[in-house]
């Protein structure tokens, strides 16, 4: 079978860095993606790994490790406006998304 | 960035009554999903719409309740029908590129 797991709940407050979580139990995949989900509206692609190492896109960092079902998302200088829930995906070819249960995340001022 | 587009945005339906959500995406797409969430949790796949055949359906949902039609590449169709409050649901059209998953708006359903 095909889990993703993420912590649920994540604080922390302007200007700092949080790293969020994803392991994974599935073979076979080609990328991990993440995406930003504020409360009312759609999901919205940030990154995309189809490599391991990091990628990084402005503020925003995503990571990857096959070898250890692992990856994460960094943001730094975290601002308000990045309250969300954020969802790490894994990629299968010729079909959909695996998504994660979802990280909230909640930023203090 | 593929677009996709959806409606109805939202909805308050009665009990029994069906509903029809569109979705249009543009021509990158090459595979469209239908996906429901619930408030605070994680999306749930409904069903791949295939062009012109029966979409495949997950786990879980069967074509009878959630009919689906893709009668091209770029526009498909789901109808939750004999809808109860069960069906009260954030429902989302989904178009995969080579490598990337979009999600259109959304459809904020509620069932009386």
Not at chain 1, 58 to 80: A, C, K, N, P, T
Not at chain 2, 8 to 23: A, K, V, Y
Not at chain 2, 62 to 91: A, G, H, Q, W
Request: with cysteine; charged share 15%; hydrophobic share 30%.
């Amino acid at each position: 079978g095909q889990s993703l797991e993420q912590p649920s709940e994540v604080t922390a407050v302007e200007g700092a860095i949080v790293q969020i979580n994803c392991t994974y139990q599935t073979s076979g995949f080609y990328g991990l993606s993440w995406y930003q989900q504020h409360d009312g509206g759609a999901p919205t692609f940030l990154s995309y790994n189809g490599l391991d190492g990091l990628e990084e896109t402005g503020r925003f960092s995503s990571f990857l490790s096959r070898s250890d079902s692992y990856g994460y998302l960094l943001l730094q200088e975290l601002q308000m406006k990045d309250s969300a829930s954020y969802f790490c995906a894994v990629v299968f070819y010729g079909q959909n998304f695996v998504f994660g249960p979802g990280t909230r995340l909640s930023v203090l001022p | 960035s593929a677009v996709i587009s959806q409606k109805p945005s939202r909805d308050i339906c009665q009990r029994g009554t069906s509903l029809t959500i569109q979705c249009q995406v543009d021509s990158q797409v090459t595979m469209m999903f239908w996906y429901r969430q619930q408030p605070g949790q994680s999306l749930t796949l409904i069903a791949t719409a295939n062009q012109g055949s029966e979409a495949t359906y997950e786990s879980g949902f069967v074509i009878d309740k959630f009919p689906i039609s893709r009668p091209n590449l770029t526009f498909s169709t789901l109808t939750v029908s004999n809808m109860s409050p069960e069906d009260s649901s954030i429902y989302l059209c989904s178009g995969k590129t080579r490598d990337t998953q979009y999600f259109g708006p959304g459809t904020r359903l509620t069932v009386l």
